[in-house]
């Protein structure tokens, strides 16, 4: 699904770097996700924002920050990671969460890797 | 919250074989897509089906809500169809999709 653009698609990084991951979409959706994905298992989600508002947050430790500035743009701030944090993360976007049982439309992702 | 299960973990066919990938789950569900994650990690996204049947080209799925699982059959394999197949859902009034953990395919020339 190349309708969702997730920028860098690889970023290195210190522990004590400060980084952040860009998605985008234009399809008019109004629900925006981040999953991340460590090797070899299946991508888990992080975040869902529904109409710029974080709807849900699982548990996700306070080292990742998500924000929504707008309905086209996603962003993860990231900070003080730690090694276990490399991953692919992975972002998506829906027409609607509130309407449920609108497909996810998934970027190409950021393979993090944390030095 | 809702589990998935996907079956089988892995399946090496040769080329031109036929496969059927199976999907248990344990709620109802108002969304359910199949996907294939490549080598490069992209997940390619093949069918939007929570409920009914889908065909695209070598490819088709079936969903049967009522008894919760869903298939996704692959004709005429080709080695670019290996990679990771997963199945992923949305229900159990949570938002968000929960994915099995994949069933690994590997076609061999």
């Known amino acids: 699904d190349t309708e969702v653009t997730q920028t860098p698609k690889h970023l290195v990084m210190g522990m004590t770097n400060k980084k952040s991951l860009k998605c985008e979409q234009h399809?008019?959706?109004?629900?925006m996700y981040w999953y991340k994905q460590k090797a070899k298992k299946p991508p888990e989600l992080m975040f869902v924002?529904?109409?710029?508002?974080?709807?849900i947050n699982e548990s996700v430790p306070s080292r990742f920050s998500p924000e929504c500035p707008n309905s086209s743009l996603l962003n993860l701030h990231l900070h003080a990671l730690q090694p276990e944090d490399s991953a692919l993360y992975l972002c998506?976007?829906?027409?609607?969460?509130?309407?449920?049982?609108?497909?996810?439309?998934f970027g190409d992702g950021t393979r993090l890797s944390i030095l | 919250g809702i589990q998935v299960e996907q079956s089988p973990p892995d399946l090496i066919l040769q080329e031109g074989a036929n496969s059927t990938l199976r999907c248990n789950f344990s709620?109802?569900?108002?969304?359910l897509q199949w996907f294939h994650q490549n080598p490069w990690g992209q997940l390619i996204n093949l069918f939007y089906?929570?409920?009914g049947t889908k065909q695209n080209g070598r490819l088709s799925a079936t969903t049967v809500a009522t008894e919760r699982y869903s298939l996704l059959y692959i004709s005429s394999s080709q080695t670019t169809d290996s990679g990771v197949y997963f199945c992923?859902?949305?229900?159990?009034?949570?938002?968000?999709?929960?994915f099995g953990k994949g069933t690994h395919l590997i076609i061999q020339p």
């Open positions: 998506a976007s829906s027409q609607d969460v509130a309407r449920r049982g609108q497909p996810q439309h």
């Open positions: 399809m008019g959706h109004r629900a």
């Open positions: 924002y529904s109409y710029e508002k974080l709807s």
């Open positions: 709620d109802s569900v108002n969304n």
């Open positions: 089906i929570p409920s």
């Open positions: 992923a859902v949305e229900g159990g009034g949570a938002d968000g999709l929960t």
